[in-house]
Every structure is written in C-alpha cells, then in structure tokens.
C-alpha cells in the first residue's frame, strides 16, 4: 500500500521475498535485536512519551515563515524601550526621593498629620507606655506607610521593568510548562478524525504504539496523508483501517520501505511541514513580531519558488540546500512530495542511502541512466525540451525570442527515426543527423519507404534542403550534441533499452532522486543537462493529475540555466503544485534582460552575506521602497546662569551622562529602500541572509535579516 492507501501493483513492498534465516542461536546468548539501537529519529521504544511530547506541542498560527513548533507570538507593534542607563538611574532617583519623605516624615519636619488615622483607631487602652498591642500596631502602620511610599516610587521609577531586564526572570531561558494530557477528542496522539470516522479500531491501535514507543514523526505524517486520500474518496474506510490493523504504525509505507533518513541536520516538523533554517536578527530592520522567531520553510513558500545568491562560502549549500534537500525526502517518506536534486558530483546532498534513485552521470558505477528525451513518445514534445537544453541558453533573452527553430530542425528528425526504429535515437546516432551523414540520412529515407511514411518524407526532405543554407541551427546542435558524445558519457543516454533510464514521468509518485553531473572537465555538458532537467521537470508537473502531491526541483547551482523559456516554466510552476530551488553565486550568471522577470517570477528571494553592490541593486529594486517616519532631532545646549542652575545641571549630566540641552523634534514622512543596495553588500554579517517570502495564497513577509547560524 503506498502512502494514500493504494496497494503497490508490483507488490515489491507488499509481498517481500523471505530472507535465509540465520544461523542458529547458542544456547544462553541472548537473541539478536531487531533494529539497530540508537537508530536516528527513533525514541526508545519502552517510553513514547518524548514523541507524545513532541506532537501535543502547540503550533499556533503565524506569519509567514515563522518556526511554528512551540511559537508564542510577539505584540505587532513594538513596545517603547526605556534604554538602560535612564532606567537605572530613575530607579536610584526614585528610591532616594523615597527615602527622603520616609525620613522627614519619620523626624516630624511635615507635621504628624500622617499619624491621625493611627490615633483615630488605637483605643486609649492600648496607649499605656510598653503596651505590647501599642507597639505592634505603630510598627505595623509605620511598615504601611513605608509600603505605600515605596509602592508609589516604585511604580515611578518602574522597579518592574527592572526586574524583568535584570532580575532573576531575565537569567532563566523561559520554559513551557507540561500540562495534564488533553481530553481524547483534542488530543492529536489519540487520532480523533478517525474516531469521528468511526474506525475506532485503528485509532486505538495507533494511540497504543504512540505511548509505546514505536511511531515516529514520519508514520504519523505518512498515516496522515493515507487518512487525507480517504476524506478524499480515493480508497475506501476499509482498506484503510485494515492496513493500519495489519501492520499499526507501519502501515501505508513508502515504495522503498524507509520510515526514516539515515542522518538528519537540520530541525524538521512534520506536523507543519517545515524545516528550520535560522533565526531572524533582534534588528531595528525586521518587523518586531519577526525579531527573535525562527525561520522556516515548507511547501508552502516553495510552491512559489525560491532564489538564493551568495558567493562561494556564504552558505548556500550547507545552511539552505541541504536542510530543504531533508526535508523534501522526508515528505516524500510521507507520501506528500517528489523531490529531484540536481547537483555537482561530491556536492553536500545527503547520503546516497536518503534517496531512491542517484543517476551519477559520467560514473561507470551508475546504476541509473538518464533519459534524455524525459519518457516521451511525442517527437514534438522531445523536441521542444531537447532543444530548450542543448541551445536554449543561445536564444536572444529579449521578450518574444524562442528556440522554435531548433525545435523545428530536431522535430523533423526525431519523428521519421522514431517511425523507423521504435525508438528515438541515441546520442552518436542524434550526432550523425544533425551533422548530415549521408549514410543514416539514407537508411532513414529508405526506412520511410518501406513504411509508406510520405508525411515524414517531406519533413526529411525539408531536413536536407536546409542543411545547405548559411543559418542553418543544424551544425550549432550538432556541436551541443557533441559536447554529450564524449566516452565518458558513453553508458549513458541509451535508448536500445539496455538501462534503466530514469524519467522525470515518475513525478506522479512520492520518489526521492539526485542527480549527480560531472563538474569536472565537463562543464558545458554539466550545465546542458542542468537545463534539461529543468526543461523536463516543468513539462512534467504541468501534465500530472495529482496535484496534492508537491514536486520541487533543486539546482544547487543554475549558472547558465536560467533561459527564458526556463522564466516562463518557473511561473507555471507554482499552479501546477510545484517548485523550484536555484542557488546562484552572482546574478552576472543570468542575462541582464532576464534578471528582473527572474526575480519577478520567484517568490522567495535570498540574498546571502558577501553579495556584490551590482547584485544588491537587483534586489534593492524588486524589493521596493516603504514610507518610514524619520525623525530630524536637534539639539541646543542650555546655558545656565545662576551658581543653582549649574548644580543642577552638573546633577543631570551625573545622572544622564550628557549636557542638558533643549531638544526639538521634527517628523515627517519619507519613502526609502527597504534594503539599499549598499546595505545588502556591506552590513550583512557572515552566517547571514536577507530573506522575503510569498506564500502560494499570497501573503507576504518583507525582507528579513535572517542568521542562517541560529
């Protein structure tokens, strides 16, 4: 049963094949372990109280990209700050005047009026001199009117504030105190929408391995998602509770078997779907309600795609790539997510053992091939992705340019090969028909013959009539194609079906695939085949008929693959329930025609530490400019005449630390850069990015001063 409750048709997973048993145990050994201890993600199994912890934690609703898991929201506004020293010396003020009344009240220099009502209630008896009731009733009015003084004070030079800055309150990290259990119907561990269901059953069974010990955050998001395809009428109540009868919180697994990563990095929550990657910086520049929150994403905001550019070290990889890389494998454990990962061989992506297939292009040991026409049997269609990769970064990146030429020149190939051959044609073949070989040009001008294909003989007719032509776009793919026909890519690319080619088709499915290119000596080939994959990743999601299931594409490195046919494919993705991760060095690897409907076209713009000024500007300018309330504040110094008046002066600059003065304020409004393109290149501190969000319902977070460290 896959992760919506449908049993696979191949039975891989539902019907394994047996194991040989191992040898036989020794008498007074100790049985073996049924798992790995220690394994990661996995609580001890006598106590589930870590993971029922961890699920009844509140995530109230948030802004968008604030870490939901255990959030208390901050005020909208933020409140007046009184600065440190002028709060510590108005306390000290405070008390002293305290103490001056208490003590002039204390020697009679205001009267003894304040002692009438003491005298109005003290009966005369208790008035006799060492009277035990005398004097704890004076003490006991002397300790109120004491209190009274200092309660007044106090609340003058906010002691309060004071000791919730400085006391004990300020020293200890603020905790969530555990609550009872919550009551079965509001308590997610206990599964209340298939009680209300009325599979009471499965319910029980689920809550039970809950407390034991035996479900981890990835079962209880894959039995979720199982649940949602129930609600959703694609496979009956029963089969659903008969799998969670079966097999409790094993059931519905994952094609592969896995319930969980080998390692993980980052801070994942299944519940919300996000993955933690940093702290917003307590800055005067972020919004108060972001200050101090966690920053997170999830499908939520990369269903609108998302841009990230820094240098080489600035973090990319380490703190972006890498935890969304986890954290789309971990959905597609869940069955909500198809994730492919297009990155340099050696790049920090994860084991190869988090993922489900790994085409390692250009390494003999590669088990997985790569299909260069993306499981197609449209001669058009390959055509269009075919030369979208091999030219598409020659076409004039102005707005109406194409690569339909190309297009057309590979279509009246690859339709008569396929006529002739069942199958569309390898590399060297591809190379020898764009080259005008007369040989095959002549066996496939035979072969249409034979077949009465009179509609692809003209196509081939127009072939060879255009080959003589000065314009001709056949010799330029010819040369692209060359860059393929390499030995060392010659496993690879095969049609003849002797390997396992991996198409983008499979999309349809929770699959978990990286794709490693060879950097190394082959780059032009690296990024044709990072355009390829891009090319066919957007063909394919737009076509699939689950949409609930998001596909995201992440390119750890896009130099030379935004095109603008890719432009186009990457607004088409965020209807299509999918999305893209590009990482860039420098926007100069972008054709400046097409740097600002890239910008336009994602949602989620990074700009990491060590950004160029040229660069900055780009992002200066899509993020805009807001009205702020600037403050011209100026000051004249009072000079003081009278020998009083310089006392009192010198007393303030004591207590102040600055000259008195005369202070006048002018506000007005005023409209400036969110982030100026000076502020982006030199006031991003290492280990940091500025971050906007766009979520696919469209609410927007401004740009954040985000610590990728934290």
Same mark, same amino acid.
């Given at each position: 049963?896959?992760?919506?409750?449908?049993?696979?048709?191949?039975?891989?997973?539902?019907?394994?094949?047996?194991?040989?048993?191992?040898?036989?145990?020794?008498?007074?050994?100790?049985?073996?372990?049924?798992?790995?201890?220690? *394994?990661?993600?996995?609580?001890?199994?006598?106590?589930?109280?870590?993971?029922?912890?961890?699920?009844?934690?509140?995530?109230?609703?948030?802004?968008?990209?604030?870490?939901?898991?255990?959030?208390?929201?901050?005020?909208?506004?933020?409140?007046?700050?009184?600065?440190?020293?002028?709060? #510590?010396?108005?306390?000290?003020?405070?008390?002293?005047?305290?103490?001056?009344?208490?003590?002039?009240?204390?020697?009679?220099?205001?009267?003894?009026?304040?002692?009438?009502?003491?005298?109005?209630?003290?009966?005369?008896?208790?008035?006799?001199?060492?009277?035990?009731?005398?004097?704890?009733?004076?003490?006991?009015?002397?300790?109120?009117?004491?209190?009274?003084?200092?309660?007044?004070?106090?609340?003058?030079?906010?002691?309060?504030?004071?000791?919730?800055?400085?006391?004990?309150?300020?020293?200890?990290?603020?905790?969530?105190?555990?609550?009872?259990?919550?009551?079965?119907?509001?308590?997610?561990?206990?599964?209340? *929408?298939?009680?209300?269901?009325?599979?009471?059953?499965?319910?029980?069974?689920?809550?039970?391995?809950?407390?034991?010990?035996?479900?981890?955050? #990835?079962?209880?998001?894959?039995?979720?998602?199982?649940?949602?395809?129930?609600?959703?009428?694609?496979?009956?109540?029963?089969?659903?509770?008969?799998?969670?009868?079966?097999?409790?919180?094993?059931?519905?697994?994952?094609?592969?078997?896995?319930?969980?990563?080998?390692?993980?990095?980052?801070?994942?929550?299944?519940?919300?779907?996000?993955?933690?990657?940093?702290?917003?910086?307590?800055?005067?520049?972020?919004?108060?309600?972001?200050?101090?929150?966690?920053? *997170?994403?999830?499908?939520?905001?990369?269903?609108?795609?998302?841009?990230?550019?820094?240098?080489?070290?600035?973090?990319?990889?380490?703190?972006?790539?890498?935890?969304?890389?986890?954290?789309?494998?971990?959905?597609?454990?869940?069955?909500?997510?198809?994730?492919?990962?297009?990155?340099?061989?050696?790049?920090?992506?994860?084991?190869?053992?988090?993922?489900?297939?790994?085409?390692?292009?250009?390494?003999?040991?590669?088990?997985?091939?790569?299909?260069?026409?993306?499981?197609?049997?449209?001669?058009?269609?390959?055509?269009?992705?075919?030369?979208?990769?091999?030219?598409?970064?020659?076409?004039?990146?102005?707005?109406?340019?194409?690569?339909?030429?190309?297009?057309?020149?590979?279509?009246?190939?690859?339709?008569?090969?396929?006529?002739?051959?069942?199958?569309?044609?390898?590399?060297?073949?591809?190379?020898?028909?764009?080259?005008?070989?007369?040989?095959?040009?002549?066996?496939?001008?035979?072969?249409?013959?034979?077949?009465?294909?009179?509609?692809?003989?003209?196509?081939?007719?127009?072939?060879?009539?255009?080959?003589?032509?000065?314009?001709?776009?056949?010799?330029?793919?010819?040369?692209?194609?060359?860059?393929?026909?390499?030995?060392?890519?010659?496993?690879?690319?095969?049609?003849?079906?002797?390997?396992?080619?991996?198409?983008?088709?499979?999309?349809?499915?929770?699959?978990? #695939?990286?794709?490693?290119?060879?950097?190394?000596?082959?780059?032009?080939?690296?990024?044709?085949?990072?355009?390829?994959?891009?090319?066919?990743?957007?063909?394919? #999601?737009?076509?699939?008929?689950?949409?609930?299931?998001?596909?995201?594409?992440?390119?750890?490195?896009?130099?030379?693959?935004?095109?603008?046919?890719?432009?186009?494919?990457?607004?088409?993705?965020?209807?299509?329930?999918?999305?893209?991760?590009?990482?860039?060095?420098?926007?100069?690897?972008?054709?400046?025609?097409?740097?600002?409907?890239?910008?336009?076209?994602?949602?989620?713009?990074?700009?990491?530490?060590?950004?160029?000024?040229?660069?900055?500007?780009?992002?200066?300018?899509?993020?805009?400019?807001?009205?702020?309330?600037?403050?011209?504040?100026?000051?004249?110094?009072?000079?003081?005449?009278?020998?009083?008046?310089?006392?009192?002066?010198?007393?303030?600059?004591?207590?102040?630390?600055?000259?008195?003065? *005369?202070?006048?304020?002018?506000?007005?409004?005023?409209?400036?850069?969110?982030?100026?393109?000076?502020?982006?290149?030199?006031?991003?501190?290492?280990?940091?990015?500025?971050?906007?969000?766009?979520?696919?319902?469209?609410?927007?977070?401004?740009?954040?001063?985000?610590?990728?460290?934290?």
């Amino acid at each position: 049963m896959d992760s919506d409750g449908n049993r696979d048709a191949r039975g891989t997973h539902a019907n394994p094949v047996p194991r040989p048993a191992g040898p036989p145990e020794v008498p007074g050994v100790p049985p073996r372990p049924s798992r790995a201890p220690g *394994a990661p993600g996995v609580p001890p199994l006598p106590d589930g109280s870590a993971f029922l912890s961890w699920l009844r934690t509140p995530r109230p609703e948030a802004l968008p990209g604030v870490w939901r898991f255990g959030h208390r929201p901050r005020p909208a506004q933020e409140p007046e700050r009184v600065p440190g020293r002028q709060l #510590v010396s108005g306390a000290v003020i405070a008390f002293l005047v305290g103490w001056l009344i208490w003590s002039l009240l204390w020697n009679g220099y205001l009267g003894g009026w304040w002692l009438l009502p003491l005298y109005a209630m003290i009966p005369d008896s208790w008035a006799e001199p060492h009277s035990f009731g005398s004097v704890v009733a004076v003490y006991a009015y002397y300790a109120l009117i004491a209190g009274i003084i200092m309660v007044g004070v106090g609340r003058l030079g906010r002691w309060d504030e004071i000791w919730r800055r400085y006391g004990p309150p300020a020293w200890r990290p603020a905790t969530q105190a555990a609550g009872p259990p919550p009551a079965p119907e509001e308590d997610p561990a206990a599964w209340p *929408a298939l009680r209300a269901a009325g599979a009471v059953e499965a319910a029980e069974r689920l809550a039970g391995e809950a407390r034991q010990g035996l479900m981890r955050d #990835v079962d209880h998001a894959r039995i979720a998602r199982a649940w949602q395809g129930v609600q959703r009428g694609r496979h009956s109540l029963a089969t659903f509770t008969g799998a969670v009868l079966g097999a409790g919180a094993g059931a519905c697994p994952h094609p592969s078997g896995d319930r969980d990563l080998p390692v993980r990095r980052a801070r994942h929550d299944l519940v919300t779907g996000q993955v933690r990657i940093g702290t917003a910086a307590d800055d005067a520049r972020n919004p108060y309600a972001y200050r101090g929150a966690g920053l *997170a994403l999830g499908p939520d905001l990369l269903g609108t795609s998302l841009l990230a550019v820094g240098p080489a070290g600035s973090g990319k990889t380490g703190s972006v790539v890498r935890p969304l890389t986890e954290s789309l494998c971990l959905h597609a454990l869940a069955g909500r997510a198809a994730v492919v990962v297009v990155g340099a061989a050696g790049a920090d992506l994860g084991p190869a053992d988090a993922y489900d297939v790994v085409v390692r292009i250009g390494h003999p040991d590669s088990v997985y091939d790569l299909d260069l026409y993306g499981g197609t049997t449209d001669p058009d269609e390959a055509a269009v992705v075919l030369a979208e990769a091999l030219v598409g970064d020659l076409a004039d990146p102005h707005p109406g340019s194409d690569t339909r030429r190309s297009t057309t020149v590979l279509a009246q190939l690859l339709g008569p090969f396929r006529a002739v051959h069942g199958r569309f044609p390898g590399v060297p073949e591809l190379r020898q028909l764009l080259d005008g070989t007369p040989g095959p040009l002549a066996e496939l001008r035979q072969g249409l013959r034979a077949a009465g294909q009179e509609s692809l003989l003209r196509e081939l007719d127009a072939r060879e009539r255009q080959m003589g032509h000065p314009g001709d776009v056949g010799g330029v793919l010819a040369d692209r194609v060359a860059l393929l026909d390499r030995p060392a890519f010659a496993p690879f690319f095969d049609t003849s079906g002797q390997s396992r080619p991996f198409s983008l088709k499979s999309l349809d499915h929770p699959v978990r #695939v990286r794709i490693d290119l060879p950097q190394r000596g082959h780059a032009d080939a690296s990024r044709m085949l990072a355009r390829l994959v891009l090319a066919q990743f957007t063909a394919s #999601v737009s076509v699939r008929e689950d949409r609930s299931l998001f596909a995201c594409l992440v390119l750890d490195d896009a130099s030379g693959v935004v095109t603008p046919e890719a432009v186009r494919g990457v607004q088409r993705l965020r209807s299509a329930g999918a999305g893209a991760v590009l990482t860039l060095r420098t926007l100069d690897d972008v054709p400046r025609p097409l740097r600002g409907p890239l910008l336009g076209a994602i949602g989620c713009r990074m700009a990491l530490s060590g950004l160029t000024p040229w660069d900055g500007q780009d992002f200066a300018e899509v993020w805009g400019k807001e009205w702020t309330e600037a403050r011209d504040v100026t000051d004249r110094q009072i000079i003081a005449e009278t020998p009083a008046g310089k006392a009192a002066h010198m007393v303030r600059r004591v207590i102040t630390g600055k000259a008195p003065t *005369a202070r006048a304020v002018t506000v007005r409004q005023v409209e400036r850069e969110r982030w100026s393109a000076s502020e982006l290149a030199h006031a991003v501190p290492a280990g940091h990015a500025v971050l906007s969000l766009t979520t696919v319902k469209g609410e927007h977070a401004p740009p954040l001063l985000v610590d990728l460290r934290g």
